[in-house]
């Protein structure tokens, strides 16, 4: 056995212990070794390493989102009410806490707006990719102009504007006034409509599109 074999070995063993959330940051900073700056990663690491967690220089950025398209919402006219534009059927299914959080939601008619869409590059908490967006005041949109894309989205008019298989995110007050998450996905041709608190303590996975005003 070479001694790259050999490394390699011991490598793939210590990363079974490794928690799924960190493993992402593990695959970055090995791509970043062996990119063009490789040599510059390895000496930061190696510091680090020797003046041990918390007491290095290492400095390393790692990008959370990428901005993707915008799109233009117009103004709306009428009062939005949930309860009569979400609904179960054959082809939706909503979920407990939307229904819970958002049916009898009611919404004043609101001005146009431009919204701008992310991908988040690699799994992130809801509260660190809130920060990387802006706050909370940053991010928040209405429910009637997420119902207006799905709607544009399903007549075709968006084209790949929502993704086809990562989650579609939009942050929203509930009836309550709180600020949540209402999430849109697919599974099987039949779409998932939920909603979740912005405390949700799990991440979200790379590939999930965070869609919020553009500013």
Known sequence: MSKSEDML????????????????LVRIFANNLSGPKGTEWAKAGESFLNKG???????????????????????????????????????????????????????EPAGDVVIQSYKLLINGSIESIITALGGEDRVETTLSTFYSLREKQLSGELGDFF?????VVFFVRDSRGVLGVVYLGADDDIEEIEAYTTKRSDHWPSGACFFIPAH
């Open 163 to 167: 993704p086809r298989n990562d989650a």
């Open 53 to 107: 967690v918390g007491q290095g220089d290492l400095t390393i950025t790692v990008q959370l989102l990428s901005p993707l398209k915008t799109i233009f919402v117009p103004a709306t006219t009428e009062v939005f009410v949930a309860a009569d534009h979400f609904k179960d059927g054959p082809t939706c299914n909503l979920g407990r806490r939307f229904k819970n959080l958002f049916s009898d939601k009611i919404e």
């Open 9 to 24: 070995g011991h490598a793939h063993k210590a990363l079974n212990g490794v928690p799924e959330d960190a493993l992402e």
